[in-house]
């Protein structure tokens, strides 16, 4: 008995890289989806039509989905907080200066 094609609307590049991958196909997809490119609804539809395809294979799968997952979250995390550690920088140095500034147009020390 042969399955039938899978029926999930991917580019026909992903749709390669995936097929020829398996579990590395989906965890790429599931580390693009959580950090930069969002795809949504794909990875779920990918790791079920896998899962059928082999049933014995369900769990490395979903493990691949996972930490492909939380290493997109990770990557997502430290682009964030170093961006957020630049933009407080940045308005610190805003905010003191404008101080300083304040406290010597009034004829006080800029110094604390």
């Known amino acids: 008995m042969e399955l039938p ?4 609307h ?3 590049w992903l749709q390669g890289i995936v097929a020829a991958t398996g579990g590395l196909g989906l965890f790429l997809i599931a580390f693009l989806d959580s950090s930069v490119l969002t795809f949504p609804v794909i990875n779920d539809l990918l ?3 896998l899962s059928i395809r082999f049933p014995s294979r369900m769990p490395y799968y979903a493990g691949m989905a996972t930490l492909g997952s939380v290493g997109g979250c990770l990557l997502l995390y430290y682009i964030a ?3 957020g550690e630049a933009m407080f920088r940045r308005m610190r140095g805003l905010a003191q ?3 300083k500034r304040g406290r010597s147009g009034m004829g006080l020390s800029a110094s604390y």
Do not use: E, V, W
């Open 10 to 12: 991917l580019p026909r």
């Open 97 to 99: 200066s404008g101080f």
């Open 81 to 83: 907080r170093k961006g």
């Open 47 to 49: 790791l079920i039509d």
């Open 5 to 8: 094609p899978s029926q999930i």
